[in-house]
């Protein structure tokens, strides 16, 4: 079993075809295997499953760098089977992974959704009884669902999510021993995670205003955001927007 983790990967976005469709009861189906998304399509589609438009089946229609999920979101996604492309949060993630494909500029946006909804399912798992997880993984699974769908919220940090999840913060912060990186540690890497895909969507458009893209994404003042930015990037981010976006490649 690979092992996802809050660090940069390239993660790889495949569509296959199963023309038997025997695998999943015929049905579309997404796998997680570390850093790796494939979406099955049966031979024989219906309706209500996607279709594959602009990529062909079997082929490799994404390569993005991002942050990947943390090593309990991985585990929950890779032991749980396959994902439902048919309905609920899976219907809604399918489209997407095939939108990847298309010529856009914002590709790295996409693969960041879809790393959220992923993020939302294993959230679910974590919590059905159809789906063996220990406490620690539920944890550290239910935290990292909040964290995205808050991470604009000035107020989020460790304390807030414990609090949210009515657990001491000692058995939350317990819960990342394993990953890569603490919870305190993955809020403020998918924050510039967030900056850097703002400085890079429109380059050159508009004045660029620091002080205020830090404070977007829960920075308390210009020179710390400017510090963090230029420590995990290398470079500042008034430079940054002027910088290729090689990082995103297919």
């Known amino acids: 079993m690979t092992k996802g983790g809050l660090v940069t990967e390239t993660v790889e976005i495949v569509v296959e075809s199963d023309v038997e469709g025997s695998r999943d009861g015929g049905r579309a189906s997404i796998r997680v295997r570390g850093a790796r998304v494939t979406l099955r399509v049966p031979g024989s589609v219906s309706a209500s499953a996607p279709e594959p438009a602009s990529a062909s089946a079997g082929s490799t229609v994404a390569r993005v760098e991002l942050l990947w999920l943390t090593p309990a979101e991985t585990e929950v996604l890779e032991h749980g089977g396959a994902i439902d492309a048919t309905q609920g949060l899976g219907?809604?993630?399918?489209?997407?992974?095939?939108?990847?494909?298309?010529?856009?500029?914002?590709?790295?946006r996409l693969a960041i959704m879809a790393r959220g909804l992923l993020s939302a399912i294993a959230a679910e798992r974590a919590v059905s009884e159809d789906h063996d997880v220990t406490a620690r993984q539920r944890l550290a699974v239910l935290a990292m669902q909040l964290v995205h769908s808050q991470?604009?919220?000035?107020?989020?940090?460790?304390?807030?999510?414990?609090?949210?999840?009515?657990?001491?913060?000692?058995?939350?912060?317990?819960?990342?021993?394993?990953?890569?990186?603490?919870?305190?540690?993955?809020?403020?890497?998918?924050?510039?995670?967030?900056?850097?895909?703002?400085?890079?969507?429109?380059?050159?458009?508009?004045?660029?205003?620091?002080?205020?893209?830090?404070?977007?994404?829960?920075?308390?003042?210009?020179?710390?955001?400017?510090?963090?930015?230029?420590?995990?990037?290398?470079?500042?981010?008034?430079?940054?927007?002027?910088?290729?976006?090689?990082?995103?490649?297919?």
């Not at 990186?181 to 050159?204: C, F, K, M, Q, V």
């Open 91 to 108: 219907a809604v993630l399918a489209p997407l992974l095939i939108r990847l494909g298309g010529a856009q500029d914002d590709r790295r």
């Open 151 to 250: 991470l604009e919220d000035p107020g989020l940090s460790s304390a807030s999510i414990a609090q949210q999840l009515s657990v001491p913060l000692r058995t939350l912060q317990d819960a990342f021993r394993s990953s890569p990186a603490s919870l305190a540690e993955s809020i403020r890497l998918l924050r510039l995670e967030r900056a850097w895909l703002d400085l890079h969507s429109s380059p050159g458009e508009f004045p660029l205003d620091v002080s205020a893209l830090g404070a977007r994404w829960g920075f308390r003042g210009r020179d710390h955001f400017v510090r963090a930015f230029e420590r995990h990037y290398g470079v500042r981010p008034e430079l940054a927007r002027d910088a290729s976006q090689s990082a995103v490649r297919v």
